[in-house]
């Protein structure tokens, strides 16, 4: 039930077209943060594809040169005729022209070191790479090795080889050493970003060649992906590869697809999927700016416009109660338009105020005149009783006699009437229990004989009835229990009458005048009183009812609906 309250609330109504409005201003922040993201992500992976680009390039460049000059040693004969001082000193010249190269050696056919720019190792000389030495002695004219660690330059590097000798006669290979370091100097200082690795595989491994603060999580390109890279021979990019971790992987194929570059974007919060994406400036601060201004519009429209309202809601509550001298001062600090409609209030129920005391003037004046009315018609009703008392003390006992003693009953029933009006607080109204007691005695004083002793009763509920009920029910009771004095008790001296006024389960009242005496004559129906008493019926809109009581008397009672009844000052429906 309290939804449609909700719906309504002014409140909920406002912030909910503030969010409305503000909504699309978020939208297009996300849209835009995450456009941005994907710019940037697309501008991380081609930095990543360039720094690989690059890297393969120079590797392959220091490569080709390499093989160039040992193209160009091999053409001019060093080291057949030459002693080996010379020779070295000629292969270090060469050397020195070329910072990626950190080493020449010569080797004859049985793997022994003719000449070289490095001295040799200790350990004696031996091939630095010996599946390289096979490979040419069986026939490849030109080769590179895997990543080794270089014996005599005590660096990583590539041996860049070629074959001595003739097709049919092997005579050793020239091995130039490119140092990895070296080769990719520019490429780690400038375009490699920030958290990337640059390493160099083979078949048998990984040599990382940038030191990064943790190792690789892999230690060699598993074999399916290394089988279509060498198919492909182009650089293939790997996004979340499983083996390494859900790293980002960009590997490019050297001479033959035996070698290649590497370059590796780890996982983690500058390099995954969010690599580059601005979530505070994007999302987070755009949302908070958007339910700020949803909070604060729901702190202003309570403090400077519902705060207000329920204020001035509880004053017309009490200017609906009657409490017209209230006045909104508070209202003096409110905003200019609750100001305004406080003051508009105010006016009202001044003008209200004046309204009502004209109007308690005007009620007053026209109670005074009701009043005066109803007791000039009760002190009227007076006199026509004395003028029959003084008609009937002239006339002698008979029916002339007690015709005017009934007809003085029955006006003095309407004074009493007017009488009980004029002393009541509110015109408007009879309380019909003290009036039916009143009446009652009255009747009973007049009626009954001195030597009867009739004892009286009245039964009513807490009822005010308007005259024009209140006049035809006393009539009635004035009848009913006049004849019960007349008939009930002729041949006893005792007895009791009760008079009823209740309000059935039917939503009908009844009066009822009952008596424990002779019962219900035969001619009951007939005369005066009967006939007034029928009367007084269809004045009420009702039906009357005769009937023999439980102790044999009679009962009559007239059933009649009620629209309107008067309680402690409230009205209720009795429809």
């Known amino acids: 039930m309290a939804l449609p309250h909700i719906r309504r609330s002014l409140r909920l109504q406002l912030v909910a077209i503030l969010a409305i409005a503000l909504t699309p201003l978020l939208t297009l922040s996300i849209i835009q943060g995450a456009v941005e993201f994907e710019d940037e992500r697309r501008e991380h992976l081609q930095t990543l594809d360039a720094a690989s680009a690059i890297a393969a390039e120079e590797l392959d460049s220091a490569l080709q040169r390499a093989l160039g000059i040992s193209s160009a040693i091999e053409e001019g004969g060093y080291g057949i005729s030459r002693p080996r001082a010379e020779c070295d000193e000629a292969l270090a010249r060469i050397a020195d022209n070329d910072p990626a190269i950190s080493n020449i050696t010569l080797i004859n056919a049985y793997g022994q070191i003719e000449c070289s720019v490095l001295p040799p190792p200790e350990e004696g000389d031996v091939p630095a790479d010996r599946a390289l030495f ?199 600090r409110a905003p200019l338009e609750v100001e305004e409609l406080a003051d508009t209030l105010a006016n009202m129920a001044a003008s209200l105020r004046r309204q009502h005391q004209e109007l308690e003037s005007a009620l ?55 009488r009980s009006l004029y002393e009541a607080e509110d015109l408007r109204r009879v309380e019909m229990r003290p009036f039916l007691h009143e009446l009652l005695n009255y009747v009973s004083d007049a009626s009954q004989a001195s030597e009867q002793t009739v004892a009286v009763k009245v039964d009513s509920t807490e009822i005010e009835m308007e005259p024009d009920y209140a006049v035809p ?40 005048v009952e008596d424990d005496g002779s019962g219900l004559a035969e001619d009951a129906s007939e005369g005066t009183g009967s006939t007034l008493m029928q009367a007084f019926a269809q004045q009420l809109s009702g039906t009357i009812v005769r009937s023999r009581t439980d102790a044999g008397g009679t009962r009559v009672a007239i059933r009649f609906a009620y629209k309107e009844l008067v309680l402690d000052g409230h009205t209720a429906d009795f429809k």
């Open 473 to 512: 029910l006393a009539l009635f009771v004035t009848e009913a229990a006049n004849n019960a004095f007349k008939h009930a008790f002729e041949d006893r001296t005792s007895g009791a009458i009760l008079v009823s006024l209740i309000h059935d389960e039917e939503d009908m009242f009844e009066i009822a």
């Open 134 to 332: 096979e490979r040419l002695r069986n026939g490849d004219e030109t080769g590179v090795s895997r990543v080794v660690f270089g014996p005599m330059s005590k660096r990583p590097i590539l041996i860049a080889a070629r074959r001595r000798g003739t097709p049919d006669n092997f005579a050793g290979y020239i091995g130039i050493a490119i140092d990895i370091d070296a080769a990719t100097t520019r490429l780690q200082e400038d375009l490699l970003p920030e958290g990337a690795t640059l390493a160099l595989w083979d078949p048998d491994g990984i040599f990382t060649i940038t030191q990064t603060a943790e190792p690789l999580p892999f230690d060699r390109i598993p074999e399916p992906y290394l089988n279509e890279l060498v198919s492909a021979d182009v650089t293939q990019i790997v996004h979340d590869a499983e083996f390494a971790d859900g790293a980002l992987l960009l590997l490019s194929p050297l001479i033959n697809g035996h070698v290649g570059t590497l370059v590796v974007s780890p996982r983690g919060p500058a390099y995954s999927v969010w690599a580059g994406f601005d979530l505070v400036g994007t999302i987070l601060i755009p949302t908070l700016m958007w339910a700020l201004a949803i909070v604060c519009v729901w702190i202003a429209i309570d403090r400077f416009v519902l705060r207000w309202l329920t204020y001035l809601r509880r004053i017309a509550r009490l200017y609906g109660d009657g409490r017209l001298d209230i006045d909104p001062s508070r209202a003096k």
């Open 364 to 418: 007053e004046q026209r109670s005074a005149l009701l009043r005066e009315i109803h007791h000039r018609v009760k002190n009227n009703l007076q006199v026509i009783v004395s003028l029959l008392n003084l008609q009937a003390g002239r006339l002698p006992d008979g029916p002339g006699r007690a015709a005017l003693y009934e007809a003085r009953r029955r006006i003095n029933a309407l004074a009493l009437v007017h």
